[in-house]
């Protein structure tokens, strides 16, 4: 398994990136995705997430009516798309999903992460 994401950068307030997470290792569409962030000295906190079926969404109050998450199941890639960003979101972004184990349970697995600044 494994989540690749990219599309980090610095970012002036106001603007837009788009991060991507590229996924192999499984099968992508059958899997609930998310995105996460965090900066140093806090804990990770959920930003949004897509469900595998239907692809219904959920946000964090933070980001919401500002950042939209998507996916492309035939590409394998999920996509947060972050508009109209502030300081406050000044994080490193990291891609998740779970994945049943043999034993019924579900094992997390994150990727590398890519870092959003903004700023002047």
């Known amino acids: 398994v494994q989540l690749v994401e990219s599309g980090g950068g610095l970012v002036q307030p106001g603007g837009s990136l788009r991060l991507s997470c590229t996924a192999s290792?499984?099968?992508?569409?059958?899997?609930?995705m998310s995105w996460y962030r965090q900066v140093p000295g806090k804990e990770r906190e959920l930003v949004a997430t897509?469900?595998?079926?239907?692809?219904?969404?959920n946000y964090a109050d933070s980001v919401k009516g500002r950042f939209t998450i998507s996916r492309d199941n035939p590409k394998n890639t999920v996509y947060l798309q972050m508009n109209s960003l502030k300081p406050e979101d000044t994080a490193v972004y990291y891609c998740?999903?779970?994945?049943?184990?043999?034993?019924?349970?579900?094992?997390?697995?994150w990727g590398q992460g890519t870092q959003v600044t903004v700023s002047s």
């Open positions: 998740r999903t779970d994945l049943p184990t043999t034993y019924g349970r579900k094992n997390p697995y």
């Open positions: 290792g499984f099968t992508f569409s059958s899997y609930d």
């Open positions: 897509i469900r595998s079926a239907g692809g219904s969404t």
